[in-house]
């Protein structure tokens, strides 16, 4: 590659920067379009293959999936919301029961005596902050709601997400070709080979493990029920969805479990099943779950993946967080790279043995 021509990629490269920061508040529905016409492209692929064309393929994924996530969502939000209101109504008592225990201990072992009246306090204070944060959010609906522009930019995102989707999905094969007919021959078998790292490791994550997400998420939430904790949805959604971080919803789980079945039950006994069920989730995703939905593709150690999600976090907040492994994934691969290019470079520099003996003596 020439040095005009590198000057002519660098810039390319700015400017595409600037655009995507300066359109950045427009970007969202083709963001989440493109993603979403990435998971659907395998299966459009297969249905292509039984001599079904493009377009009907793209509607029959379209369809299915419209039929299998409503009735989940449907399904799912009275009882998250059934759970999140018997956990409103229940705080007040824990609450009680953690301070009366906690009062024997201090007293028994310190000396220490919480007065009684300090229980109800905490009881109306935990009462009166909900009731604000409930009608600050009634406030915030009744803004948004009541705003036009609001409601116009999220019913046009809503309804161009799924639009933008279909025509990307349905034109995927041929907008890829077009990106690979640009490509400079001198570098394009390099980029070939990066894009088809990067697609593997992509489709190890986005598509093996969010189904892992959801497979661990009902059997911790199926277990905690068959355990008789009354918040095993809200506990088992909870501990799903973190396990994307190594270990993460492991102990988160076995934490937040452990103190709901103790508050409900007082048995400490109960701990025992709830560490069973865990543990019985871990050995199903370390033996089936894990190698057979994402395998050994992805490659990233546990610490670059806790540095990744806590770096998301911190830089664009909670988006940066979901896009944090993919991105790094990505950048693993461009990362193997560079180390393997620099390996066997000048600069690098390994020593002849001959020189090195030299050296040495």
């Known amino acids: 590659m020439t040095q005009s021509t590198r000057w002519f990629w660098l810039a390319i490269f700015l400017i595409f920067s600037a655009l995507l920061y300066l359109l950045s508040p427009i970007l969202l529905p083709f963001v989440a379009g493109a993603l979403l016409a990435y998971l659907g492209d395998p299966l459009v692929d297969r249905l292509e293959k039984l001599n079904i064309s493009r377009t009907m393929s793209v509607v029959v994924v379209f369809f299915v999936l ?29 609450i009680k029961w953690i301070v009366d225990n906690l009062g024997t201990t201090l007293e028994k072992n310190f000396g220490f005596n919480i007065p009684a009246f300090e229980t109800e306090q905490l009881k109306d204070t935990f009462q009166q902050q909900f009731s604000l944060a409930g009608n600050f959010f009634k406030g915030l609906v009744r803004t948004v709601t009541h705003s036009g522009f609001v409601v116009a930019s999220w019913a046009a995102n809503l309804f161009l997400i799924p639009v933008i989707s279909f025509y990307l999905l349905r034109d995927w094969d041929r907008l890829v070709e077009y990106l690979h007919d640009l490509l400079p021959r001198d570098i394009e078998p390099t980029v070939t080979r990066l894009v088809k790292e990067s697609d593997d490791v992509l489709g190890a994550f986005l598509r093996g493990q969010m189904m892992v997400m959801l497979a661990l998420g009902t059997i911790y939430a199926t277990g905690l029920k068959i355990v008789g904790l009354e918040f095993s949805l809200l506990i088992g959604m909870l501990a799903g969805i973190l396990s ?49 939905l994402v395998g050994d593709r992805i490659g990233l150690h546990p610490v670059a993946v806790i540095f990744a999600v806590l770096a998301g976090g911190q830089l664009f907040g909670f988006f940066g967080i979901l896009l944090a492994l993919p991105v790094f994934a990505v950048l693993a691969v461009i990362m193997r790279y560079f180390h393997k290019t620099y390996k066997k470079s000048v600069m690098y520099g390994i020593p002849e043995k001959s020189d090195a003996n030299n050296d040495i003596a």
Do not use: C, R
């Not at 009275?78 to 018997?86: C, I, W």
């Not at 993460?248 to 709830?274: C, E, K, R, S, Y």
């Open 66 to 94: 419209f039929l299998l996530v409503l009735p989940l969502i449907l399904f799912l939000i009275p009882l998250v919301e059934s759970q999140v209101k018997l956990l409103i109504e229940k705080a007040p008592d824990y």
């Open 244 to 292: 994307f971080i190594p270990y993460m919803g492991l102990i988160v789980g076995i934490v937040v479990a452990g103190i709901a079945v103790m508050l409900q039950t007082h048995d400490p006994m109960n701990l025992v099943w709830v560490a069973l069920v865990f543990g019985v989730a871990q050995m199903m995703e370390g033996m089936f779950l894990t190698p057979l």
